[in-house]
């Protein structure tokens, strides 16, 4: 499955953004969806994963309450809500696919993966 993020930029601290991916190549609906982020000089980190169905959702707890993943199956589209945006959610954030039916966290796990997009958040 080939993966296209979208929807970054530079906001300032406490706005919101919306991150989205669209997958082609495959049946969307048999993967489940993550999202991760980059910052300079840190590992990638699991932010938000999502079930195949989108019946089940799991964040990190520094997005918990702020971050809302979602996706549209029949458009074959994952997106990340950012709200509340800190300057420490400053990344490249990446969208990750996994052929199966629970969310992992680990990138080690996810088979397919999105170009990156950037967020920057000023404060």
């Known amino acids: 499955v080939q993966l296209q993020a979208s929807g970054g930029g530079l906001v300032q601290a406490g706005n919101s953004l919306r991150l989205s991916c669209a997958a082609s190549?495959?049946?969307?609906?048999?993967?489940?969806m993550g999202w991760f982020r980059q910052a300079p000089g840190k590992e990638r980190e699991f932010v938000a994963g999502?079930?195949?169905?989108?019946?089940?959702?799991y964040y990190s707890d520094s997005v918990k309450g702020r971050f809302t993943i979602s996706r549209d199956n029949a458009k074959n589209t994952v997106y990340l809500q950012m709200n509340g945006l800190e300057a420490e959610d400053t990344a490249i954030y990446y969208c990750?696919?996994?052929?199966?039916?629970?969310?992992?966290?680990?990138?080690?796990?996810?088979?397919?993966w999105g170009q990156g997009t950037q967020v920057t958040v000023s404060s």
């Open positions: 990750a696919a996994r052929n199966t039916i629970v969310i992992v966290t680990p990138a080690s796990l996810y088979n397919y």
């Open positions: 190549g495959r049946t969307f609906s048999n993967y489940g």
């Open positions: 999502i079930s195949w169905s989108g019946g089940d959702t």
